[in-house]
T-cell receptor
Framework: DAKTTQPPSMDCAEGRAANLPCNHS???????VYWYRQIHSQGPQYIIH???NNETNEMASLIITEDRKSSTLILPHATLRDTAVYYC????????????FGTGTRLQVFP | DSGVTQTPKHLITATGQRVTLRCSPR?????VYWYQQSLDQGLQFLIQ???????AKGNILERFSAQQFPDLHSELNLSSLELGDSALYFC??????????????FGPGTRLTVL
């Protein structure tokens, strides 16, 4: 699985968009980009995933660059409850079922 | 609520003891994964079971073992416990239906404290 690089921490004002970047320059053609978050010591929560097209769901949007070497998770209107550690994970689906978590980005949403 | 349940929520025990952590996957999910999260190691994959059979192994110690039962719930057994085994233990499940992508959904975890 390709390695990812994320900034260790970010701040965001409540109500504003939070844009969390992730670099995955060694990503392979069959690898997906997954995002999870962990609020305090709760179980990681699935947010979104994508292969090469941009994706949107009720929680967030995922923007993947055309060369697929980086991506951005967008929380359109951050709330205090979005304060968490966000993990960007690159993962192939064949023969590699495990998730490899890095250190993630600690997002602090302030009032 | 992910639909994955784990018991107990907290567990405090002494060094040298043995404990069993239990996980019930989401309804219909055939795969169960176990992860350990300690302060110095982060979230690490331990082991995966699929429909009762071991599918993949990570950095799981020999003192640890797991199994998945016919009703698909899983247990993680930790023996000869050491202080360093204190951690959060998470279970995740997925359907592995083969259709589309395989998303893992995590339970709330068991916090193990070894004194």
């Amino acid at each position: 699985d390709a390695k990812t690089t994320q900034p260790p921490s970010m701040d965001c004002a409540e109500g504003r968009a939070a844009n969390l970047p992730c670099n995955h320059s060694t990503i392979s053609g069959n690898e997906y980009v997954y995002w999870y978050r962990q609020i305090h010591s709760q179980g990681p929560q699935y947010i979104i995933h994508g292969l090469k097209n941009n994706e949107t769901n009720e929680m967030a949007s995922l923007i993947i660059t055309e060369d697929r070497k980086s991506s951005t998770l967008i929380l359109p209107h951050a709330t205090l409850r979005d304060t968490a550690v966000y993990y960007c994970i690159v993962r192939a689906l064949i023969n590699t079922d495990k998730l490899i978590f890095g250190t993630g980005t600690r997002l602090q949403v302030f009032p | 609520d992910s639909g994955v349940t784990q018991t107990p929520k907290h567990l405090i025990t002494a060094t040298g003891q043995r404990v069993t952590l239990r996980c019930s996957p989401r309804s219909g999910d055939l795969s169960v994964y176990w992860y350990q999260q300690s302060l110095d190691q982060g979230l690490q994959f331990l082991i995966q079971y699929y429909n009762g059979e071991e599918r993949a192994k990570g950095n799981i110690l020999e003192r640890f073992s797991a199994q998945q039962f016919p009703d698909l719930h899983s247990e993680l057994n930790l023996s000869s416990l050491e202080l360093g085994d204190s951690a959060l233990y998470f279970c995740a499940s997925s359907d592995r239906s083969g259709e589309g992508t395989d998303t893992q959904y995590f339970g709330p975890g068991t916090r193990l404290t070894v004194l």
